[in-house]
């Protein structure tokens, strides 16, 4: 299986913050990685797929990049809406995996 | 709009079986995959297995192969996952995910709630 690691695996931050947050594979999975935002007792919410597009209705101050190995995503502007927790997830084979989080906590 | 509706929280005893529904709405069913995902309390996200709502077919991760089965009633809109033989790691919140397309998962459920205790 895939493996994916994410750093940092806590932040903390203040509104209007620049945050950029990293995600490793195991091994090449070209552009097949999405990232979700999670909030406490919530389910899973869709912000990127295919590495750098955003999913309708995600806010542009979201966005991600990288393929082969390395990703990231980024939040130009931190809103006291986006404190929560953020998980990548490899979708260039079988089993989907998912990296073990980003918490974002506000400073 | 999408929605996915799951049952309700259940507790069960270890050696036991639940089922937990998925009921979609918004959208139609046959076209999209449903995949199955759980959250044990504080840790990530873990794949379970994937089922076809077109013709049935399903992916299950390798780890629950033998104790997971996964089905869908298109009469209704609904996929279904068992999952057999609980023992207490499978306590979790377990939540449906409708695969856009090749393991792209843009609605989800609330989650269920299976707590597995003596």
């Known amino acids: 299986d895939i493996q994916l690691t994410q750093s940092p695996s806590f932040l903390s931050a203040s509104v209007g913050d620049r945050v950029t947050i990293t995600c490793r594979a195991s091994?090449?999975?070209?552009?097949?990685l999405a990232w979700y935002q999670q909030k406490p007792g919530k389910a899973p919410k869709l912000l990127i797929y295919a590495a750098s597009t955003l999913q309708s209705g995600v806010p542009s101050r979201f966005s991600g990049s990288g393929s082969g190995t390395e990703f990231t995503l980024t939040i130009s502007s931190l809103q006291p809406e986006d404190f929560a927790t953020y998980y990548c997830q490899q979708l260039n084979s079988y089993p989907p995996t998912f990296g073990q989080g980003t918490k974002l906590e506000i400073k | 709009q999408v929605q996915l509706v799951q049952s309700g929280a259940e507790v069960k005893k270890p050696g036991a079986s639940v089922k937990v529904s998925c009921k979609a709405s918004?959208?139609?069913?046959?076209?999209?995959?449903i995949s199955w995902v759980r959250q044990a309390p504080g840790q990530g996200l873990e794949w379970m297995g994937w089922i076809s709502a077109y013709n049935g077919n399903t992916n299950y991760a390798q780890k629950l192969q033998g104790r997971v089965t996964m089905t869908t009633d298109t009469s209704t809109s609904t996929a279904y996952m068992e999952l057999r033989s609980l023992r207490s790691d499978d306590t979790a919140v377990y939540y449906c995910?409708?695969?856009?397309?090749?393991?792209?998962?843009?609605?989800w459920g609330q989650g269920t709630l299976v707590t597995v205790s003596s």
């Open positions: 091994q090449g999975i070209s552009s097949y």
């Open positions: 918004g959208y139609t069913f046959t076209s999209y995959g």
């Open positions: 995910a409708r695969d856009r397309s090749e393991m792209i998962y843009d609605y």
